[in-house]
């Protein structure tokens, strides 16, 4: 019985766990389906027929990665669709909706599906003003702040011998020594970006004086260069920070704040999610749970896994 519910199952959901074949070079990566109409009728299994929108409505709650294997394999997907819709309809007739653990199954799946939609629901509602989006920038200011910087890289090999052109190669030891002595350098009043000529390794940055960009403390640093750039001031050097190929040198030109307007849909994301942990840790109190048998709780908890809607957070929704 359990290998046959199992071959079920699969062969229902064949067309989300088909893997996805590699595309050719010169091929579209996923087939384009034609622009019908909503009400173009795709397929009809007894009496029972199958849309172009209702499709896209079906499509639109599946993972992306399911969405693209039922685009690929469109025909198979709407074989799969008729398929469940007939076994769900010979279930409901043989009464499995109202047997136990799928009456329970369903209906805990119904509330679960329905608690999501209030949350997203409670949260697109969620009135966030002008006024505080502008508050919470201004006490937040420095979580906006951007650095531009210029840069001194020196690079270092395991085996510093191996290298064949006429430039200096470093191991570990040496590149930080050299990293270090150029620091010396700098604070005694030499010019860096002469020294970014003279050393410095990253090609990108040496054909511009060492100007490295502007960057700001949310971009993907690694945190060993974000915690140094951020506590320097203007004009300051930074001691050389080590990465996995070599030491960096910084050296802080300007600092400016990201304007608000570029981050407001941030604040505005952020302010939502605080104040629907409120609503939700408010809704929760609200329930005034009386628990009846202290000898059933008092037992040790196992870990669980399952998600807390305590500390909800939505993106994007």
Known sequence: MKFFCVVIFSTALVWAQAPAQPAKPTAPALPTPPALAPDTVLATVDGRTLTYGELEKYLHVLPPAMQQNAMRNRRQFVEQFFLMHRLSG?????????RSPYQESIAFNRMNILTQAEITQIYNQLPITPEEQ?????????RYQQVKLKVIYIPFTSNAAAGTDAKKHYTEPEAKAKAEELVKQIKGG??????????????ASKDKDGDFGTISRSDNLPDEIRSVVFALKQ?????PVRQPNGFYIFRAESFVEKPLADVQQQISSELK??????????TTKSLNIKFENEQFFAR?????????LANPTIKNP
């Not at 010979?90 to 109202?98: I, V």
């Not at 004009?235 to 001691?239: A, I, L, P, Q, T």
């Open 90 to 98: 010979m279930a409901e007739k043989d009464k499995l909706d109202q």
């Open 134 to 142: 502008q508050k919470f920038y201004d006490a937040n200011k420095s």
């Open 190 to 203: 030499a010019d860096f970006v002469k020294l970014v000529q003279e050393y410095s390794e990253d090609a």
């Open 235 to 239: 004009g300051d050097v930074s001691d």
């Open 273 to 282: 999610n605080i104040h629907l942990k409120q609503w939700m840790d408010e």
């Open 300 to 308: 040790p908890a196992e870990p669980s896994r399952v998600p807390s």
